[in-house]
């Protein structure tokens, strides 16, 4: 059984679009995270929610919206699609927040904006 | 406020072995160890909490040093599947119960039979 999982793999769009990636995680974890991967490998975190509560915006643009419907699940929504916006996207959780445990990641989503 | 980890890069023989290091200017909260293969997700390798911890995961091994500012990860005896980049991630707290957490640029590390 996977235990972070994300949707799609792979994402080719065009400028302008918007697009959503899914992660779930089937480990029971309260806290979930979203991190952005660039071209020189910079893992950068996004979010982090916390029992479905947002604990961590760092500066990112508005046309990055989380969503964490329950704690098994944290989306990522894009609007207005740019090309600096491609990266690998990666999300992860661990059982608690604030840094101090384990964090899973999932395979990653590889967005490519054309 | 990101660690600096060095080096950048390092090519080893398999058997040999390695240091990596990862160092901040304030003192952390906690230091997370990942390898990240090509194409793939970071996997964790270890965490450290206390200053002048050390901690050992088959020949992997990490220390935190007791200001709490530089953490190392100790490679012994090298194997090919040791290739990857590692990255330490940080937790530093920013005062009013909030923290950041950030990693280093990462070190590509080659072993070469």
């Known amino acids: 059984d996977t235990a972070v999982s994300q949707t799609p793999k792979y994402l080719v769009t065009q400028m302008g679009n918007d697009k959503s990636i899914k992660c779930e995680q089937n480990?029971?974890?309260?806290?979930m995270y979203w991190y952005k991967q660039d071209s020189k490998k910079f893992l950068k975190i996004m979010f982090s929610?916390?029992?479905?509560?947002?604990?961590i915006n760092e500066t990112v643009p508005n046309r990055f919206s989380p969503k964490s419907p329950d704690k098994a699940h944290l989306n990522l929504h894009i609007n207005s699609l740019e090309l600096g916006d491609s990266a690998v996207y990666f999300c992860?959780?661990?059982?608690?927040?604030?840094?101090?445990?384990?964090?899973?990641f999932g395979p990653g989503t590889r967005l490519l904006v054309l | 406020q990101q660690p600096v980890q060095s080096p950048q890069a390092v090519i080893l023989r398999e058997g040999e072995d390695a240091v990596i290091n990862c160092s901040s200017s304030?003192?952390?909260?906690?230091v997370h160890w990942y390898r990240q293969k090509h194409g793939e997700a970071p996997v964790f390798l270890m965490i450290?909490?206390?200053?002048?911890e050390q901690k050992g995961h088959e020949k992997i091994s990490a220390s935190f040093n007791e200001k709490k500012q530089q953490s190392s990860l100790y490679l012994t005896a090298s194997q090919l599947s040791y290739s990857g980049t590692y990255f330490c991630?940080?937790?530093?707290?920013?005062?009013?119960?909030?923290?950041?957490?950030?990693f280093g640029k990462g070190t590509k590390l080659s072993v070469i039979p």
């Open positions: 992860a959780s661990s059982p608690l927040a604030g840094g101090v445990e384990t964090q899973y």
């Open positions: 480990l029971g974890h309260d806290t």
């Open positions: 929610y916390n029992n479905k509560e947002l604990i």
């Open positions: 304030k003192a952390l909260y906690s």
């Open positions: 450290l909490l206390k200053g002048g």
């Open positions: 991630g940080t937790r530093t707290n920013s005062g009013a119960g909030s923290y950041q957490l950030t």
